[in-house]
Structure formats: structure tokens, C-alpha cells
């Protein structure tokens, strides 16, 4: 798909007006690099929509290259709309004489259902992404993963229950790796592979689901993963489950 280079020559801005529905909900989905350089390795740019604005900034990966444009952090943000049209606009932050700026990509906004928002607004403890289609709860009560495992399945929406995360995508796992920063803890995540040792499987609410991956460190995937250097160790014993990492997004078994 195209890229858009929010700075070019100096720091710039794009806009685009939506027809949108007053006291909708709605949540603008994007992609995020960078036009990095030794003197500006942090991106910055203001996104605003229906009276609401959120910034956000991206550091320079490691090993980045300038020739290398795929390196990007998928983002998002929600907004309220209080008009039947609304200005979208992403608005480069960087200093007057940059022309490295944020490059971005893959645009959406996405309709929130009404009944999404009401089950959002009576329910504090809940958040939703459109992008994954998920309802997602954090919860500190539970010490392991089989505690933390039992919490979520016993966790009601609508009837329905619960369970511990799984990790579909990048984007998800970015989306995760944030309630983690913002809680300053790791996170069991639904994966384990303890009834077949080396054999990952995303969890539902009768035991195993699909599988992701086989083999140790240098096995193979078969869905998204995203392992730490080293792992899994697999060790024949113990270590059968999968904790999310506060520090990198990076997963570990433990």
C-alpha cells in the first residue's frame, strides 16, 4: 500500500472529512514508522478527531534502515463523534526545521456498534478494539496461570465466558503490551503447551485451540508469535505456560 511522509520538506498535516453520526463511537485504526536520523530518533505527531486529540510518538527501531520502509507500530485511538461531519487530522510535532518526519499507512475508522458502547459504558472494567473485535479485561487477583486462567473463564459478559488472551497479530500484540506498560506488570497470556510438551496452544473455554507453534527456541510457527530471544526453553518439566513481558512485549514460558 502507499506510505504518507507526514514532513516531506518541513512539518505538515493531512486532513479528511467523515460523515459520521452524532454520539457514535468511532476508532481510528493506523500504522506508524519513521524517517529516522541520528539527531531526531523519536517521531511525534497529534491525531484529532470530534474534539478529542492524542499524541503519539515512536522511537527508531533497533538496526533501522532508511531504505527499509516496513517498520512500523500499528495505533489507534477512539473518538466520540458530536457532529454529522468530522475533520480527521494527523499533524506532524516534529521541530520547524525537520524534514525527517512520521511516515503512515493503512488508515481505517471504524464504526463502533451502539451495543458495544453500551456494554463499554456500563461496564468500567472492559475495553474493546474494532480492529480485533475483542473485549479485553485486566485482572491482578490471579498469582499464576492456571489461578489466572480459572479468573477468566469464570468472567461473565452477557452469559458468555471468558478467557485468558490470545495473541492473533502484531497489532494485537502491541495493543496488549500497552495494558501491560500501563498496569507495570507482565501478563499471562492463553498459551501452553502442557498437555504436549513443545506443542504451544492458544486455550478456549473446553482446553486447547489451535496450535501456534512447535519445538523449543528453534522450532517452527504456525500463527503469529512473537518469543523472546531463547525461548521456549522446554525443558521436559515445569514451564509450560506463556507470560507476556512488561519490559519488550516479548513472550516467555514459565
Known amino acids: 500500500g502507499r506510505i504518507i511522509d507526514l514532513d516531506g520538506n518541513s512539518p505538515g498535516a493531512i486532513r479528511q472529512t467523515l460523515t459520521t453520526e452524532v454520539g457514535r463511537q468511532y476508532q481510528i485504526i493506523f500504522n506508524m514508522g519513521g524517517e529516522y536520523s541520528s539527531d531526531e530518533p523519536i517521531k511525534d505527531i497529534r491525531v484529532s478527531a470530534g474534539g478529542t486529540s492524542q499524541d503519539f510518538s515512536l522511537s527508531q527501531p533497533p538496526n533501522w534502515n532508511w531504505l527499509d520502509k516496513s517498520d512500523f ?128 496452544y492458544w486455550q478456549n473455554s473446553i482446553g486447547d485451540g489451535d496450535q501456534f507453534w512447535s519445538g523449543g527456541a528453534a522450532g517452527s510457527a504456525s500463527g503469529y508469535q512473537n518469543w523472546k530471544t531463547g525461548t521456549p526453553r522446554n525443558p521436559g518439566t515445569g514451564e509450560d505456560f506463556v507470560v507476556m513481558e512488561s519490559t519488550d512485549g516479548r513472550w516467555s514460558d514459565f
Not at 480492529?131 to 452477557?158: E, H, M, P
Open 73 to 200: 507500530s500499528p495505533l489507534s485511538m477512539t473518538f466520540i463523534a458530536d457532529a454529522s461531519s468530522t475533520e480527521l487530522t494527523f499533524k506532524s510535532l516534529e521541530n520547524l526545521a525537520s524534514a525527517s518526519g512520521a511516515y503512515l499507512a493503512d488508515i481505517r475508522v471504524v464504526e463502533i456498534p451502539p451495543a458495544i458502547s453500551v456494554i463499554l459504558n456500563n461496564d468500567s472494567t472492559l475495553s474493546y478494539d474494532a480492529a480485533t473485535g475483542k473485549f479485553y479485561r485486566v485482572s491482578s487477583t490471579a498469582t499464576d496461570w492456571i489461578a489466572a486462567n480459572s479468573v477468566s473463564q469464570t468472567s461473565l459478559l452477557n452469559g458468555v465466558a471468558g478467557n485468558l488472551v490470545s495473541i492473533r497479530s502484531a497489532y494485537e500484540n502491541d495493543l496488549l503490551w500497552n495494558l501491560a506498560q500501563d498496569i507495570n506488570a507482565d501478563l499471562w497470556i492463553g498459551a501452553t503447551d502442557k498437555t504436549s510438551e513443545g506443542n504451544f
